[in-house]
């Protein structure tokens, strides 16, 4: 059941009707709207801060421990997700936001939802919470990210994943040196940051992505950066193609994406990951190498083993001919109170170097 809510609503009362699995479009002030969206999502929390707080107080986490709580913790999350995103907006023609004291969305939700066929925005009714999504996402595409090892920006559209966490671009610019003049076949480009790397060290690159938004967006980031690269839709492997070094960095950690983000974080039952070892051999030129970026998380997490990993290189009739290995920098690393503080506290980040 679909209801109305505004400025005299209260939390209680709206948490009360998302429970029952209904829907509000907020009617009220906008950041009145934001203000009811952080006091449903505080009630929502209570139950599971406390048993974070339990959690944290085991002196001793085994890797099952962990792993239940990280399914537990995924599984709230999703729950909460599925109630705020049934707080909702209504976007007018030209995805105009006639709430008071709205910001003007109309370039912002350009950049993520595209235009009609015929060139019109019309209206449409979004979760509240995806909105604030698409608000950040086009800050962040007009802002940038700082990558270290290009000395430029890299502009992320939405629903591309961002290239946030630097440790595995610094791997592979580490060793980037050795393609000069090398074909290089890089997957999974996302933004184009690693395929314009290893473009600039003298590199002929391809680049895939299965996503048409990712595509788009790699395109656009090498043509600003003057970076000749063969940007093509392909999920995985462009038909035919061979290359003197594979470069992949898949999502890092076994679970099903929820969204076009998560595809980036998520990689369903290691598929892409397996994927690519069973087929590395086949897309090599002879002497060739393909490097692998993935992290260990799942490890410290208990979802994937070594020996799995270790298994599925040979399964693909490869060997380890080097590995070069990097501890990540990002903030949850230090963050004592993440219940999960001590599997990411050992996390490492590695360039698995392969070969036939």
Request: glycine residues 10%; negative net charge.
């Amino acid at each position: 059941m679909i209801e109305t809510a505004d400025d005299t609503t209260t939390a209680d009362q709206a948490l009360r009707h998302l429970r029952t699995g209904g829907s509000l479009v907020w009617k009220g002030d906008f950041h009145n709207g934001r203000q009811l969206l952080k006091a449903v999502d505080r009630r929502l929390t209570r139950k599971a801060q406390k048993a974070q707080k339990a959690q944290k107080a085991q002196k001793k986490k085994t890797p099952g421990d962990a792993a239940t709580l990280f399914l537990r913790q995924r599984a709230e999350r999703a729950e909460r997700a599925d109630i705020l995103g049934r707080i909702l907006v209504e976007l007018g023609e030209n995805y105009t936001l006639g709430l008071r004291r709205a910001p003007d969305v109309r370039d912002a939700c350009r950049h993520a939802y595209g235009q009609d066929a015929d060139g019109a925005d019309g209206p449409r009714t979004v979760p509240f919470t995806e909105l604030q999504g698409v608000l950040g996402a086009w800050q962040w595409h007009q802002r940038g990210v700082w990558i270290e090892e290009l000395g430029e920006h890299i502009y992320p559209d939405y629903g591309v994943f961002s290239p946030t966490r630097s440790e595995y671009i610094g791997l592979v610019a580490g060793l980037a040196d050795e393609v000069a003049g090398r074909e290089v076949l890089e997957i999974g480009t996302g933004t184009g940051v690693l395929a314009a790397v290893l473009a600039r060290h003298g590199a002929v690159v391809t680049a895939t992505d299965v996503s048409t938004r990712a595509v788009v967006c790699a395109r656009r980031n090498l043509d600003r950066l003057g970076c000749a690269v063969n940007v093509v839709q392909a999920d995985l492997w462009p038909e035919g193609h061979r290359a003197d070094v594979v470069v992949f960095n898949p999502p890092w950690l076994p679970g099903t994406p929820t969204s076009d983000l998560e595809l980036g974080i998520y990689d369903a039952d290691s598929g892409a990951l397996r994927r690519f070892l069973a087929g590395l051999a086949d897309h090599l030129t002879d002497g060739g190498e393909g490097w692998l970026v993935l992290s260990d998380l799942a490890e410290h997490l208990g979802l994937r083993t070594r020996e799995q990993l270790e298994q599925w290189f040979a399964d693909g009739g490869l060997r380890v001919v080097g590995r070069e290995d990097t501890a990540p920098r990002h903030p949850k690393v230090r963050d004592a109170d993440d219940p999960l503080h001590v599997a990411r506290s050992r996390e490492v980040t590695s360039l698995w170097r392969l070969a036939v």
